[in-house]
């Protein structure tokens, strides 16, 4: 069974860092693109960003390009998101997920997903 489980969120003031992982089990870990994206009450759900493990190539979104860092330890099959220089606005629910075919953007081309984990950012 495909299982993604999300963990390291929690509450973090303005400035400071948190690590979430996502830890794989139920499929082949180098054949799979792994993405974060998150969720705030209200908004859409949006990317966040991305890792090909096959050939190690990683996304961002613009917002988040020099505050967050994707990584993977394919020994666990686990894949990381470094989180600096939090900002209120970062408050959601992170989640990951596995796409099969691309590191796209998109929510709805992800085949598998986590349960997320909360992530509050206070001023």
């Known amino acids: 069974e495909v299982q993604l489980v999300e963990s390291g969120g929690g509450l973090v003031q303005a400035g400071g860092s948190l690590r979430l992982s996502c830890a794989t089990s139920?499929?082949?870990?180098?054949?799979?693109?792994i993405g974060w994206f998150r969720q705030a009450p209200g908004k859409e759900r949006e990317g966040v960003a991305c890792?090909?493990?096959?050939?190690?190539?990683?996304f961002y979104a613009d917002a988040m390009k020099g505050r967050f860092t994707i990584s993977s330890d394919n020994a666990k099959n686990t894949v990381y998101l470094r989180m600096n220089s939090l900002k209120p606005e970062d408050t959601a629910v992170y989640y990951c997920?596995?796409?099969?075919?691309?590191?796209?953007?998109?929510?709805?081309?992800?085949?598998?997903w986590g349960q997320g984990t909360q992530v509050t950012v206070s001023s």
């Open positions: 890792i090909s493990i096959g050939d190690d190539r990683t």
């Open positions: 997920a596995a796409d099969r075919l691309d590191c796209s953007a998109v929510a709805s081309s992800y085949d598998y």
């Open positions: 139920g499929f082949t870990f180098d054949d799979y693109n």
